[in-house]
């Protein structure tokens, strides 16, 4: 057991290396963050690793509110994403939603395969559903097409997923300045792109 505290303990000496160096930049950034959280940006991105929402935009802590999950997926009876979603729409009041998908993603490449993953499927089920319902875009695609195709659908379909949702309907029913928009994030060289599927109030 003794190695392993070791090796967490690097962990949490990494993390008083970065509070000094925080504190040394803007003494009062703690006090002042601690005080309230008012992020313009809800991001609902992959759990992958390689895709973390703060640094990808250099934001730090405080702008950006965060829903991650396998395959940046929002499903209607995903009461822990749909929780998120009101938080951050009725109480943040957040001007911003970005579903941020990624190419090569893991999520995505699965829900391609046939082979069974357990407790998994069930999500990666919604996935599978994007790509029956554009089973006609993928027709004479090379296998990692198929994935980066089927990586943007999916960014697009839940876009339309949020903005179908009653909480946003709500909100822009009272006016709320609030837009939905549908990102990708190419993990081979760092570049986030726009998908121009931007949903608001007006559309
Ligand atoms: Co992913």
């Known amino acids: 057991m003794y190695w392993k505290l070791e090796s967490l303990k690097y962990l949490f000496d990494q993390n008083l290396a970065w509070a000094a160096s925080v504190n040394e930049e803007d003494p009062e950034f703690f ?9 313009k940006y809800l991001w609902i991105g992959c759990s992958d690793s390689r895709v973390p ?9 405080g702008e950006v509110f ?15 994403c749909l ?9 943040l009041k957040v001007e911003h939603i970005i579903i941020c998908g990624h190419y090569g993603c893991g999520g995505i490449e699965a829900a391609m395969d046939v082979k069974e993953y357990g407790i998994m499927d069930g999500w990666l089920r919604h996935i599978k559903d994007v790509w029956r319902s554009n089973a006609e ?10 994935l980066n195709l089927l990586c943007e659908l999916n960014v697009k ?3 339309s997923n949020v903005g179908n949702t009653s909480i946003v309907q709500q909100a822009w029913k009272k006016g709320a300045n609030l837009s939905i928009h549908g990102w ?18 007006a559309d």
């Open 53 to 61: 929402a703060n640094q990808i935009v250099n934001l730090p802590p």
């Open 31 to 39: 006090s002042r963050l601690s005080k309230q959280q008012a992020p």
């Open 137 to 146: 875009k993928f027709e004479g695609l090379q296998h990692h097409e198929k």
């Open 83 to 91: 929780s998120v979603l009101q938080f951050a729409v009725e109480i």
């Open 66 to 80: 965060v829903h991650r999950n396998i395959a940046n997926v929002v499903v209607h009876t995903d009461l822990n």
């Open 184 to 201: 990708i994030y190419n993990i081979r060289n760092g570049i986030l792109q726009d998908l121009n599927t931007r949903r608001s109030a």
């Open 157 to 159: 379909a839940q876009v």
